[in-house]
T-cell receptor
């Protein structure tokens, strides 16, 4: 059974303090790993798709990387507006996504 | 970019009421849409896959007679929670991917907060 585990569950950082969020996965044939951002009371907003080990993608202060067993979302010099829940998901086929529990990130000014 | 719209954003109603939630893809067509349920501080759980012109596919443990899905066009799927009870209170979210665009991710609506009194 495909599984996605995210850590930590919650993370508090000071503005400018860089860190990484982890997403470990077990899946029978990776068809894509996705990172989404979710603000309270809203639906997930797409950030990145990664397909193969070694792949990296960047967007502003965020950078996602992928290995055969896990993905990291690195956040560099975060700002308070980066506070959100970050969700990781894998495609288990037929476009069906399995989500992790998410990491609630809080950036204090 | 691709936009998915959900309506209503919030519903509060009495136990026993049936509630319909709409999910529309505004600037693209989708033969498949997905319905998720999310409990507070929990992740999204896939409920069902909505297929245009055919029956929905439900995940294990999801009652198809309780959660009726209709996907009548390439831009609209509806989820009806029939005879809703307090335990059906939750955040319901839909998603869709543009037809024929495997390079595109799923895009999500902003969800519907359902509260059954």
């Amino acid at each position: 059974e495909d599984q996605v585990t995210q850590s930590p569950e919650a993370l508090r950082l000071q503005e400018g303090e860089s860190s990484s969020l982890n997403c470990s996965y077990t899946v029978s044939g990776l068809r894509g790993l996705f990172w989404y951002r979710q603000d309270p009371g809203k639906g997930p907003e797409f950030l990145f798709t990664l397909y193969s080990a070694g792949e990296e993608k960047e967007k502003e202060r965020l950078k996602a990387t992928l290995t055969k067993k896990e993905s990291f979302l690195h956040i560099t010099a975060p700002k308070p507006e980066d506070s959100a829940t970050y969700l990781c998901a894998v495609d288990q086929g037929a476009q069906k996504l399995v989500f992790g529990q998410g990491t609630r990130l809080t950036i204090n000014p | 970019g691709a936009v998915v719209s959900q309506h209503p954003s919030r519903v509060i109603c009495k136990s026993g009421t049936s509630v319909k939630i709409e999910c529309r893809s505004l600037d693209f067509q989708a033969t498949t849409m997905f319905w998720y349920r999310q409990f507070p501080k929990k992740s999204l759980m896939l409920m069902a896959t909505s297929n245009e012109g055919s029956k929905a596919t439900y995940e294990q443990g999801v009652e198809k007679d309780k959660f009726l899905i209709n996907h009548a066009s390439l831009t609209l799927s509806t989820l009806t929670v029939t005879s809703a009870h307090p335990e059906d209170s939750s955040f319901y979210i839909c998603s869709a991917r543009e037809l024929g665009r495997r390079d595109q991710p799923q895009h999500f609506g902003d969800g519907t907060r359902l509260s059954i009194l």
